[in-house]
Nanobody, 126 residues
Framework: QVQLVESGGGLVQAGGSLRLSCAAS????????MGWFRQAPGKEREFVAA????????YYADSVKGRFTISRDNAKNTVYLQMNSLKPEDTAVYYC???????????????????WGQGTQVTVSS
């Protein structure tokens, strides 16, 4: 089992940047594929990005491709989401999630992930 704690959210102007971090407990962090999701008020949770255990494979939603970068540091048990060129429509609560196996072709689906953090709020003002 793994526990996840997100940090790094906040208020930023459109065009700005934020870096989210997700710290994981446990000694088997490198065995988990990781994902970032977000949920805006009144909307369903949606996939943002995913990364495999080594960091060698990354995947993005079309809406963030070219602006967001997911990465991980297995020595620090941490996964990151660097968010650049932020837009008001990026405003949401951002969650990290862990999957104790390799990413599948359904990596965009929230039910593919077994563990979730509590979320961190990102607000982008226009």
């Amino acid at each position: 089992q793994v526990q996840l704690v997100e940090s790094g959210g906040g208020l930023v102007q459109a065009g700005g940047s934020l870096r989210l971090s997700c710290a994981a407990s446990g000694r088997t962090f490198r065995a988990y594929a990781m994902g970032w999701f977000r949920q805006a008020p009144g909307k369903e949770r949606e996939f943002v990005a995913a990364i495999n255990w080594s960091g060698g494979s990354t995947y993005y939603a079309d809406s963030v491709k070219g602006r967001f970068t997911i990465s991980r540091d297995n020595a620090k048990n941490t996964v990151y989401l660097q968010m650049n060129s932020l837009k008001p429509e990026d405003t949401a609560v951002y969650y990290c999630a862990a999957r104790p196996s390799a990413l599948s072709s359904s990596r965009w689906a929230s039910d593919e992930y077994d563990y979730w953090g509590q979320g961190t709020q990102v607000t982008v003002s226009s």
